[in-house]
């Protein structure tokens, strides 16, 4: 069972490093400081609070920029307001589940200190309503998709797009790129209002 003090979670609430070093990187076998995560975690409060409407990110693999972006800054967004809805694109349906699973773990160990609960009604394993402790709904959701997946009908407060691509030589040809940005442009932007960020 985990106890946070009402200290620790002010701290954690007001700082996304600090949200993502003792919620989410806890788990890792090696959680130690990472100047590189603090300072994309000093862009993503910029994000968060309007400075700019997007943000690129371009790190090495095995960085823990999926686990900065795609598991804490959906969960400390809903934390601090469950109205917001969030679209994850990750390169396959199979990963979007992945994370999926890994972000309800966290949405049930961590909502009842935030008063956000995943709603009984509405979730999947890609999909994620959310409400209070009498279970009265909230209006932000999660849904996460497969890069050239469906994600019509679906507005969003925010779009993660995560490693659109799975790195396979056959994704890389000139024509297989082309299909990835006009997917991105036709279905993706389609979906961006002017909050969108």
Same mark, same amino acid.
């Given at each position: 069972? !985990?106890?946070?003090?009402?200290?620790?979670? *002010?701290?954690? !609430?007001?700082?996304?490093?600090?949200?993502?070093?003792?919620?989410?990187? =806890? =788990?890792? &076998?090696?959680?130690?400081?990472?100047?590189? @995560?603090?300072?994309l975690s000093k862009?993503?409060?910029?994000l968060y609070r309007g400075d700019?409407?997007?943000?690129?990110?371009?790190?090495?693999?095995?960085?823990? =920029?999926?686990?900065?972006?795609?598991?804490? $800054?959906?969960?400390?967004?809903?934390?601090?307001?469950?109205?917001?809805?969030?679209?994850?694109?990750?390169?396959?349906?199979?990963?979007?589940? =992945?994370?999926?699973? *890994?972000?309800? *773990?966290?949405?049930?160990?961590?909502?009842?200190?935030?008063?956000?609960?995943?709603?009984?009604?509405?979730?999947?394993?890609?999909? $994620?309503?959310?409400?209070?402790?009498?279970?009265?709904?909230?209006?932000?959701?999660?849904?996460?998709? /497969?890069?050239?997946?469906?994600?019509? /009908?679906?507005?969003?407060?925010?779009?993660?797009?995560?490693?659109?691509?799975? /790195?396979?030589?056959?994704?890389? &040809?000139? &024509?297989?790129?082309?299909?990835?940005?006009?997917?991105?442009?036709?279905?993706?932007?389609?979906? @961006?209002?002017?909050? &969108?960020?």
């Amino acid at each position: 069972l !985990v106890i946070m003090e009402d200290k620790r979670i *002010e701290q954690v !609430v007001n700082d996304l490093y600090s949200f993502y070093r003792g919620l989410v990187a =806890k =788990k890792f &076998t090696e959680n130690v400081p990472a100047p590189h @995560i603090q300072s994309l975690s000093k862009e993503l409060m910029k994000l968060y609070r309007g400075d700019y409407h997007r943000l690129c990110v371009a790190m090495p693999p095995r960085h823990a =920029k999926s686990s900065m972006i795609s598991l804490a $800054f959906p969960l400390w967004l809903i934390f601090h307001n469950p109205n917001l809805n969030i679209l994850i694109i990750n390169n396959s349906s199979e990963l979007s589940m =992945k994370f999926g699973l *890994e972000l309800r *773990e966290m949405f049930y160990e961590y909502g009842k200190y935030f008063n956000v609960y995943l709603s009984k009604l509405k979730q999947s394993q890609t999909f $994620f309503k959310f409400c209070d402790s009498e279970e009265k709904l909230y209006n932000g959701s999660v849904r996460l998709v /497969g890069a050239s997946g469906s994600i019509t /009908g679906h507005d969003a407060d925010y779009i993660i797009v995560d490693d659109p691509y799975k /790195g396979l030589a056959e994704e890389l &040809t000139p &024509t297989a790129l082309q299909k990835k940005v006009d997917w991105f442009n036709i279905i993706v932007e389609q979906r @961006i209002e002017p909050h &969108t960020r």
